[in-house]
């Protein structure tokens, strides 16, 4: 089945916390996923997966009177590496100190590599984002970010486009260690390839000595977004082999929203 043929109607919501408030620091939540979702993960069939772990980290300023920018983490689909929530902890303190809430989520549920795909990990961010709606309204027209780390950073890209399409305010793609470009391709499959989504800045993150994801990886992915008519795509390059390094994040999460404030002029 194509995704853009699951993701077309995805007005659906899953079952809310009771709204208690949104508070500084790092919280955990069992969130129930409702038979839309669980049909959405499965593809048109009920996913096994009936509850997703979310884990929301807020900044010590948290104003919900303010306005604020979502960073959604996803981790990769290697079955020893998918937690998502283990990576939003390491990317938790930069993230907070730019000033964003970040959220993850994991299935409860054991699943397989084969298991842990797109409209799984939409189902789970789709949980997160409720649960961070019941607590704080302003969710609800937040900006957000999509980002993570290898197979991470290939779900970020495809969820980046998933959320635009449903008419979500996606102000960035934080994506390292990056060797294929899901970035270009969903935007493609899910139509999105208008002078809105180009603006999208994306940040690629390249270590040096990574094997995995080359610098040359990440060289022709930023060629092939630019030939697409991306007009905001970057690269830093880190002295590093393939692993997590949240320190260049900050500079991504900076860069979204100093273009989200002051986009560039059309040319």
């Known amino acids: ?32 996923l409702p038979r839309e979702i669980r049909t959405l993960a499965g593809r048109g069939q009920l996913s096994p997966v009936t509850h997703a772990l979310v884990t929301i980290a807020v900044p010590e300023n948290f104003d919900a009177a303010r306005d604020w920018p979502v960073l959604i983490v996803n981790a990769t689909f290697i079955v020893e590496y998918h937690s998502s929530r283990r990576l939003l902890r390491a990317y938790a303190a930069t993230a907070l100190a730019a000033g964003w809430i970040t959220i993850a989520a994991d299935p409860a549920e054991e699943v397989s590599a084969e298991q842990d795909d797109v409209p799984l990990r939409y189902a789970l961010d789709k949980a997160a984002l409720s649960a961070l709606e019941a607590l704080w309204p302003g969710a609800r027209k937040a900006p957000l970010a999509c980002g993570g780390f290898s197979g991470g950073a290939m779900f970020s890209g495809w969820l980046a486009a998933v959320f635009a399409k ?29 002078e809105t989504y180009r603006r999208v800045p994306v940040f690629l993150q390249s270590g040096l000595t990574d094997e995995v994801a080359t610098t040359a990886d990440h060289q022709r992915v930023e060629r092939e977004l630019h030939r697409a008519g991306f007009r905001n795509v970057r690269i830093e390059y880190f002295p590093d082999s393939h692993v997590v390094n949240p320190r260049p994040l900050g500079m991504a999460l900076d860069w979204f929203l100093e273009l989200a404030t002051h986009p560039a002029p059309s040319r």
């Open 166 to 194: 449903e008419g979500r305010n996606v102000i960035g793609m934080y994506l390292a260690g990056l060797h294929y470009n899901t970035a270009l391709a969903a935007a493609r499959q899910l139509d999105l390839l208008n």
């Open 1 to 32: 089945m194509r995704l853009v043929a699951l993701f077309t109607p995805l007005l659906v919501a899953s079952a809310p916390l009771a709204a208690t408030g949104l508070t500084p620091g790092v919280s955990e939540f069992k969130v129930e």
